[in-house]
C-alpha cells in the first residue's frame, strides 16, 4: 500500500509538472453526492441494501486537453466511496412446513468503493458556465455488508458481521454523466453533476435471483486547475478589428 501511494503521488507531481505546458493542464476534484438505486422495488429477493438512497464522495486527478477551439477533452482517475446505511425489513422462512413467515428488521450498511475513468467532452456555454459530458468507466475495488443476513441464507437472522460481497458484485460498471461547471476565477471550478450508471451493481446470476442496482447520482463540488481554467470563448467584440484606431 506504501508503494502505490509513493507511484500514484510521484505521478501526481510529473501530471503537475506537466500543467504548465501549453494547451495540457491538471486538476484535483473534491465532490460529494447522494446515490439511488432505480429498480429495487422489483427484486425477486432480499434487497441487501437498506433503502434506495445512499451518500458518498469522491477526489480526483483530472487532466484537461483541448483539441478544437472551445472544445476540450477531460478525463482523469476517480476514486469513489459510497455508504448505504439504514433500517430494513426482511422476511425470515418458516421453521417448519406450514409454518407461518416471520419477518425481522435491523439496522444495517452497504459499502461500495470504485476506481473510476471519465471521458469527457467540455465547452463553454458562456464566459463563465460549462457544459461537460461523456462515459465514465468504474471498477469496484471494495464491496462489503454489515448486516444479519447474506447471500445464501434462507432468511435466518445471523450475528452481525462484515461480509464480503466482491463475488455478488460487478466488477465493471458503466455510465454516463453531464457537469454543469461554474468557473469561479481562472483556476477555481464549482460543479453539479447528474451520472446514471447502466449496469447493476449487483450480479443476479451470483445472487439467484433479479434484483436491479442500476445507480443514479447526483454530485456537486470543486476543481482546482493548476495550470488555470479552460479559457471562455472570444467575443465578437475582442477578435472584431478596432474600428476607432484606423
Known sequence: MKNFFTKAMCLFGILAGCSFAEGFNIGA???????NMIGMSDADGPKLFPGEGGLGGAISIDAMIPFSGDLALRTGVMGEFRNFSGHRTEKKSPECEGCKAEKWDDNVTVDLLYLEFPVLVRTHASPTVILEGGPVVGLNLLSQYYGPYKPGDEGGKFNKDWIDLSDETNFVEVGFTANLVLQMNDNLEMSFR???????VLDSDELGY???????????GFTYWFGGGLEPPKTTEETSPDTKSL
Open 29 to 35: 476534484t473534491a465532490i460529494g453526492g447522494v446515490y
Open 194 to 200: 447528474l451520472a446514471y450508471m447502466i449496469f447493476d
Open 210 to 220: 433479479k434484483l436491479s442496482t442500476q445507480t443514479f447520482k447526483f454530485q456537486g
